[in-house]
C-alpha cells in the first residue's frame, strides 16, 4: 500500500527565507507524486507534479520538488518566501489504476514578517 | 486549467434532512470524479470514487445509502447527504481526472455543510 509522510505539522519562516517542505512516501510502483496548497476555507490547488519525467519539478509561484527515489522523498522548495504563500501544503501519491490521492497529514506553512 | 466547481460553497440545514452537493468540471470532460471529506485542521480523507455512468465505489467505512453519489454526465457529479445529522458536519470536496491529463485530480472549492 502506498503511505505518504509529511515531517512537521508547522513550519514557520521569515519573510525572504528559503521554504523546505518536506514529504517522503512509500510505494511499491512508480509513484505518482503531488504537491497541492490550500488556502483557508478554499480547495487545493495543484502546485506541481512529479510523474516519472525530469526528477526535478518546476510549479507555480517559484516553488519547486525533487524526486530522490534512493530517500524516498520528494520535498518541496522555494528559495524566498512570500507572506502571500502562508498556506496548508498536502504531499499526495496517487495510487496505480485507481489514480486516488493518497494525502499526507499537511503542513501548515507561516511566514513571518 | 482546469476548473472544478462546487455549488453551494456553505449550507446550514437541519438534522434530519438531505443535502445536495454539486461538483462540475467547467471546461473538460472529467470520466472520474472523487469525493473528499476534511475535518478541520485534518488532511483529506477519500469517501469515494465517482466513474461517468456506473456506480460510484465507496472507501471503507463510508456509508453509500447516507451518502449517495451520482455522476450521469462527463461534467456533474451529486453527492447527497441523506439524513444529515451534526456529525456529518464537515468541509466537502470534489475533484475531477481529466480525461486528457490523467494522472492529475483538480479540486473543487469546497462546500462547508453545517447540520444544526
Known amino acids: 500500500a502506498q503511505s505518504v509522510t509529511q515531517l512537521g505539522s508547522h513550519v514557520s519562516v521569515s519573510e525572504g527565507a528559503l521554504v523546505l517542505l518536506r514529504c517522503n512516501y512509500s510505494?511499491?510502483?512508480?509513484?505518482?507524486l503531488f504537491w497541492y496548497v490550500q488556502y483557508p476555507n478554499q480547495g487545493l490547488q495543484l502546485l506541481l507534479k512529479y510523474t516519472s519525467a525530469a526528477t526535478l519539478v518546476k510549479g507555480i509561484n517559484g516553488f519547486e520538488a525533487e524526486f530522490k527515489k534512493s530517500e524516498t522523498s520528494f520535498h518541496l522548495t522555494k528559495p524566498s518566501a512570500h507572506m502571500s504563500d502562508a498556506a496548508e501544503y498536502f504531499c499526495a501519491v496517487s495510487e496505480g489504476s485507481s489514480y486516488k490521492l493518497i494525502f499526507g497529514s499537511g503542513t501548515r506553512l507561516l511566514v513571518r514578517p | 486549467g482546469a476548473v472544478v466547481s462546487q455549488h453551494p460553497s456553505r449550507v446550514i440545514c437541519k438534522s434530519g434532512t438531505s443535502v445536495k452537493i454539486e461538483c462540475r468540471s467547467l471546461d473538460f470532460q472529467a470520466t472520474t470524479m472523487f469525493w473528499y471529506r476534511q475535518f478541520p485542521k485534518q488532511s483529506l480523507m477519500l469517501m469515494a470514487t465517482?466513474?461517468?455512468?456506473?456506480?460510484?465505489?465507496?472507501e471503507q467505512g463510508v456509508e453509500k445509502d447516507k451518502f449517495l453519489i451520482n455522476h450521469a454526465s462527463l461534467t456533474l457529479s451529486t453527492l447527497t447527504v441523506t439524513s444529515a445529522h451534526p456529525e456529518d458536519s464537515s468541509f466537502y470536496i470534489c475533484s475531477a481526472r481529466d480525461r486528457a491529463g490523467w494522472e492529475t485530480q483538480y479540486f473543487g472549492p469546497g462546500t462547508r455543510l453545517l447540520v444544526l
Open positions: 465517482s466513474n461517468e455512468g456506473s456506480k460510484a465505489t465507496y
Open positions: 510505494s511499491s510502483v512508480p509513484p505518482y
